[in-house]
Structure formats: structure tokens, C-alpha cells
């Protein structure tokens, strides 16, 4: 699904040989990478800023100068939530599924200095050349494990991390095994007990997928909520919609919802009893038909 971008204000290491510290630094153009081609574009608008793209989606922007400056506005919805769950002074554990340009993963490191964050990421050449691009904050502060999702998610120990993020895509699609009943349930069992497991989905205008991954999630957790602009919500257009669940509250204040609304592209909270009635008629996602 293609990412969209909007104005904004504000394990071991990769396996692979490193380059010289002298060549490292982005490297405008196309590079061929383990699961295709990756391409790499300077920001016309900032000096700064360099935007990926993997197979010819946009997948991540990242500003070199500012961490904090995440131009993907749900990635901003998604760090609004985690900033509504935790303070920064927080020894936040996160997992993040998906790498791409680890713009979320640099995020969560300024914002949370003690954090301990851990990419997961399936292509093991984007992910060097990630690493020597963007100067990412090396291990315990930022790890990149090379490796499928689902297999390394269910690889680690049970109440590890606070905070799960699934941001995998191939083409305009999740990978199936990482939507199914049975892979919430395994997220669900590396979380804390008051942990967080946010998705992106991405969908089309007749929100099929959305409705199934929010039935699931909600079937998985006690509380949920939906952050998604209103074109989106309404079937007005393909996008990416979040959804999280945990086993304690979530988005109950009014902070929250101001910060959705006052973005660059407002957005709207759905509470769990929307979430739900959102996803009620829609079947689970399992690993097999049941």
C-alpha cells in the first residue's frame, strides 16, 4: 500500500559487509537489493530529507538533521498513540516489524532515550545499506535483525517488550501469516502484560481487510482503537489505517485526540466500542480456513 506524505513541523547487527566509514551516507539512485530494488531520492523540499522506495512504493522518509521529523503522517498517528501510553523518560521495549529506512525505530530512540528498540527486517542487503544511509543509532539503542517476522517474533521470550509495531508489506499487502488469529496470539505473548500491538493496515475503499484485521485484533485484546483520516474511514479512498489492541486502555484522554485532529492531515480515534462494531460482521483472519 502506498504511504502518504504530508508537511510536517516538526538480535545482532545486519549481516553484510560495512563500507568504509568515509563512503557512508546516502546514495541517491536505484540499488538492487534480496527482495528487489530499492530506490533512493533526495527530498526536493528538504536539504535533509531522503525518501525510500522499495519496488516502487514509497516505504520511509527520513530526515538526516531531525529524528523527530516524520513525514509519513501515520507514522505520526502511530507515535501519537505510543506518546499518549508513555512518558519519555520510559525504558520503552520495542519490536518493529518491518524496517524499510527504521524512521520509526530513529523516532522512538530521540523520543525515548533509554528505550531498547529492535528492527526486524527480511532483506538483509537494504538493511546494510540502511545502516551506512542514515547513521542509525547502533545496539542496545537500535538493533536490525534479519529475519522473517512471524518467525522471529514467535522465536522470542514471553512479557519481552512493551510495544509491538507490524509495518511489512509486500507490494500493497501484509503478508498474511502476520494478520491470522494465531499470529496476534503470538505477538500477544511477547507483550507486557499492558503492552502494545499496532498495526498499518493498508486497504482499499471497501475496508474489507481493515474490518477483518480489526475483528482479529479485537477477538485478541481486551481494548482497542482505530486511527485513520475521515476519507479513509469513510470508503472514500485506498490508505493505511491503524489499529492496536492491549489488555489495558487505550487513547482515554483528550490529549490524544487533540494531536490527531491538529495535524497536517487530521485524524480521527475510534474508541473500542466503534472498533468493534466496525469489525463485528467481518470473519477472522486465521492461518487456515477454518
Not at 547487527?13 to 568515509?22: F, I, M, S, Y
Not at 480521527?268 to 468493534?276: A, E, N, T
Amino acid at each position: 500500500m502506498g504511504r502518504k506524505r504530508t508537511p510536517n513541523n516538526g538480535a545482532g547487527e545486519a549481516a553484510g559487509t560495512v563500507r568504509d566509514a568515509a563512503a557512508r551516507g546516502p546514495v541517491a539512485g536505484r540499488h538492487v537489493t534480496d527482495t528487489g530494488v530499492a530506490e533512493l531520492i533526495p527530498d526536493g523540499d528538504n536539504p535533509n530529507g531522503w525518501l525510500l522506495l522499495l519496488n516502487g512504493v514509497q516505504s520511509s522518509h527520513v530526515d538526516l538533521a531531525d529524528p523527530l521529523r516524520l513525514d509519513f503522517e501515520y507514522m505520526r498517528w502511530i507515535m501519537a498513540l505510543v506518546a499518549d501510553r508513555w512518558a519519555s523518560g520510559a525504558k520503552l521495549r520495542s519490536l518493529n516489524l518491518g524496517g524499510a529506512a527504521c524512521a520509526m525505530p530513529r523516532y522512538l530512540v530521540a523520543a525515548y532515550p533509554q528505550s531498547r528498540n529492535v528492527v526486524v527486517e527480511i532483506d538483509g542487503v537494504l538493511a546494510n545499506h540502511v545502516r551506512d544511509w542514515f547513521d542509525l543509532p547502533r545496539a542496545p539503542l537500535l538493533r536490525i535483525r534479519v529475519g522473517e517476522a512471524r518467525q522471529v517474533t514467535e522465536s522470542l521470550t514471553g512479557a519481552s517488550r512493551d510495544l509491538i509495531i507490524r509495518d511489512v508489506f509486500a507490494g500493497a499487502k501484509t503478508p498474511h501469516g502476520l494478520t491470522t488469529v494465531e499470529f496476534t496470539a503470538a505477538a500477544k505473548r511477547v507483550l507486557m502484560p499492558d503492552g502494545v500491538y499496532i498495526v498499518n493496515c493498508g486497504d482499499a475503499p471497501a475496508l474489507t481487510t481493515a474490518r477483518r484485521e480489526a475483528a482479529t485484533i479485537a477477538a485478541g485484546f481486551a481494548h482497542t482503537v482505530i486511527i485513520a483520516d475521515p476519507p479513509m474511514l469513510k470508503g472514500r479512498r485506498s490508505g493505511n489505517i491503524i489499529i492496536a489492541g492491549s489488555d489495558a486502555p487505550l487513547g482515554n484522554g483528550s490529549s490524544l485526540q487533540r494531536t490527531l485532529l491538529g495535524g497536517a492531515m487530521p485524524a480521527q480515534l475510534w474508541d473500542d466500542s466503534k472498533v468493534r462494531l466496525f469489525g463485528h460482521s467481518a470473519p477472522l483472519l486465521y492461518d487456515a480456513a477454518p
